[in-house]
């Protein structure tokens, strides 16, 4: 199985500061059809998850701008441009190239 | 707007069964591939199966703890993606969501439903 590991597992961040997540995959996630499908997901406490980030840097519908997404490979990175309270949450990066399907252990993103 | 709703869930005895349903609005159900994800309480993600749209075989994927005892089934007239689980073990409680993949370009999935809990005791 392909691991998936965050890091930090916790970010303090200040109102309007910008903030980064690095995820490292045990293995490329290239899959055989040129794409790489590696996802950033963002859950707000009590809420289910939601899709940010599809194939390493594209936003999915209504995601707002300051969130982008970055990397190739075994290297990727999720980066908020200036934090606001509604980002407050658990964001997880999550590998769909090779089943199982398999998911970071989470970044708990909180307001300093 | 994409609405996906589980059901089902409640507190069970190891070895027990339960059938979760997820129900469908908003999207084109028949086309969508579906998933099943769940978290333990307190912990991270993870994936519990897929099931493909009838146009790509309606086959269906299983990581290794859950193969052989839960199977992912769907019904396109009603737009209701179920989960039956089988021989429930202790290690199985958790939330249990639902999602959809709506477009090959942003797989594996798009969008998430709300969660039922499901508990197993001994």
């Known amino acids: 199985d392909i691991v998936m590991t965050q890091t930090p597992l916790s970010s303090p961040v200040t109102l309007g500061q910008p903030a980064s997540i690095s995820c490292r995959s045990s293995q490329s996630l290239l899959h055989s059809d040129g794409h790489t499908y590696f996802s950033w997901l963002q859950q707000r406490p009590g809420q289910p998850p939601r899709l940010l980030i599809y194939?390493?840097?594209q936003r999915f519908s209504g995601v707002p701008d300051r969130f982008s997404g970055s990397g190739a490979g075994t290297e990727f990175t999720l980066t908020i441009s200036r934090v606001e309270a509604e980002d407050v949450g658990v964001y997880y990066c999550m590998q769909g190239s090779q089943f199982p399907w398999t998911f970071g252990q989470g970044t708990k993103v909180e307001i300093k | 707007e994409v609405e996906l709703v589980a059901s089902g869930g409640g507190l069970v005895k190891t070895g027990g069964s339960l059938r979760l349903s997820c129900a469908a609005s908003g999207l084109t159900f028949t086309s969508a591939w579906m998933s099943w994800f769940r978290q333990a309480p307190g912990k991270g993600l993870e994936w519990v199966g897929l099931i493909r749209s009838a146009i790509n075989g309606g086959t269906r994927d299983y990581p290794a703890p859950v193969k052989g005892r839960f199977t992912i089934s769907r019904d396109d007239s009603q737009s209701i993606l179920y989960l039956q689980m089988n021989y429930l073990q202790v290690e199985d409680t958790a939330v249990y969501f639902c999602g959809a993949d709506l477009s090959d370009n942003s797989y594996p999935v798009d969008y998430w439903g709300q969660g039922t809990l499901v508990t197993v005791s001994s």
């Open positions: 194939k390493i840097s």
